[in-house]
């Protein structure tokens, strides 16, 4: 049996943070009095939501492209590209609430590591693929 424990604790990891980002979207709400079901109110909670938004979207596009780089290529430096992901996240999140013109440098590490773990993904499995008509 493979074993992919690396790649699952940072898949797990990227969720704890998608939840710790949930609390603060419902901290800032109750903070400034925003009744559900409206996503709008004051700019500090709209940068909240719009964090756990953005980070729900890229969770699309990273968890596969995650997976699929450590089955077919390698599953050290998928969980490696994970964390690295997870921490400009974090960065994101961490600018983009204090300032969201000050949030690109934490966009750009994440979207870094999702390109890498994607192309790395598309290659490995491109190549898996030519293989077998070989």
Do not use: C
């Amino acid at each position: 049996m493979l074993d992919f424990v690396h790649v699952a604790m940072v898949t797990l990891l990227s969720l704890v943070l998608f939840f710790w980002m949930g609390i603060r979207v419902g901290s800032a709400r109750q903070r400034h009095a925003i009744t559900a079901p409206a996503t709008t109110g004051h700019p500090e909670f709209e940068r909240h939501f719009r964090v756990q938004a953005n980070t729900l979207e890229g969770l699309v596009m990273f968890l596969p492209s995650l997976w699929l780089f450590g089955i077919y290529l390698n599953e050290p430096i998928a969980a490696g590209l994970g964390l690295i992901w997870i921490i400009g996240r974090i960065l994101y999140m961490m600018s983009y609430v204090k300032d969201p013109t000050k949030r690109g440098p934490g966009f750009g590490v994440q979207a870094l590591a999702t390109l890498t773990l994607l192309i790395g993904a598309l290659g490995g499995v491109a190549w898996r693929m030519i293989a077998v008509f070989l």
